[in-house]
């Protein structure tokens, strides 16, 4: 079984539309979050939550929601998507918020925006 | 937060042993030392963590250096499944408050056959 598992792989949609990314950890852990890894491959945190409690926004755009309906799933849900939003986006999970016993990180979702 | 500093890339050959620096000259006595790595196409995972002592794991060892301003992760023996890029994070030790781990660019590793 998948850690941490994201869906859908890859997504291309057009600009101005909404789209969302699903993420599931089976590891029992408390904390998720998202990473986004843009086109110079850096991995900048976008969101972190614990027990379904946003702890984290990095200054990330409204147009970004994340949402989490229990502790195992972080979804991302984006609005009115632009060309800058293209990007590979991952998922981890950690036990807690101090990052105890590392992340565990999902395989990526592949975003491209035309 | 403390700053680490790594090559931008190395090359190794196939078998061979590989020692990849990285150099944090700002680390607080009670910052973890973790090595992350991202394969191509893949998520990053987690390889190796210490805080004073040398560690090794089934992936690699972790050299701290005495006055813990360097590191070197080493992989005994390079596959060419080892290519990837190689993450030295600092992390804070756990305690109040939370944690983001906080990538830098990071090792590109080549491995020749």
């Known amino acids: 079984d998948t850690a941490v598992s994201q869906t859908p792989k890859y997504l291309v949609t057009q600009m101005g539309n909404d789209k969302s990314i699903k993420c599931e950890q089976n590891?029992?852990?408390?904390?998720m979050y998202w990473y986004k890894q843009d086109s110079k491959k850096f991995l900048k945190i976008m969101f972190s939550?614990?027990?379904?409690?946003?702890?984290i926004n990095e200054t990330v755009p409204n147009r970004f929601s994340p949402k989490s309906p229990d502790k195992a799933h972080l979804n991302l849900h984006i609005n009115s998507l632009e060309l800058g939003d293209s990007a590979v986006y991952f998922c981890a999970s950690s036990q807690d918020l101090k990052g105890s016993g590392g992340y565990t990180f999902g395989s990526g979702t592949r975003l491209t925006v035309v | 937060d403390a700053k680490t500093t790594q090559p931008n890339s190395m090359e190794s050959n196939e078998e061979e042993p590989v020692h990849l620096p990285c150099n944090h000259s700002t680390i607080s006595g009670t910052d973890y030392i973790h090595w992350y790595r991202q394969l191509p196409s893949q998520g990053p995972e987690y390889v190796i963590h210490?805080?004073?002592s040398n560690v090794n794991n089934r992936m690699a060892s972790l050299a701290i250096a005495e006055d813990r301003k360097s590191s070197t992760l080493i992989l005994h023996r390079a596959t060419l499944r080892d290519a990837a890029v190689y993450y030295c994070?600092?992390?804070?030790?756990?305690?109040?408050?939370?944690?983001?781990?906080?990538f830098g660019k990071g090792t590109k590793l080549s491995v020749i056959p």
């Open positions: 994070i600092l992390r804070p030790p756990a305690g109040a408050g939370s944690y983001q781990l906080t």
């Open positions: 210490g805080l004073t």
């Open positions: 939550y614990n027990n379904k409690e946003l702890i």
């Open positions: 590891l029992g852990h408390d904390t």
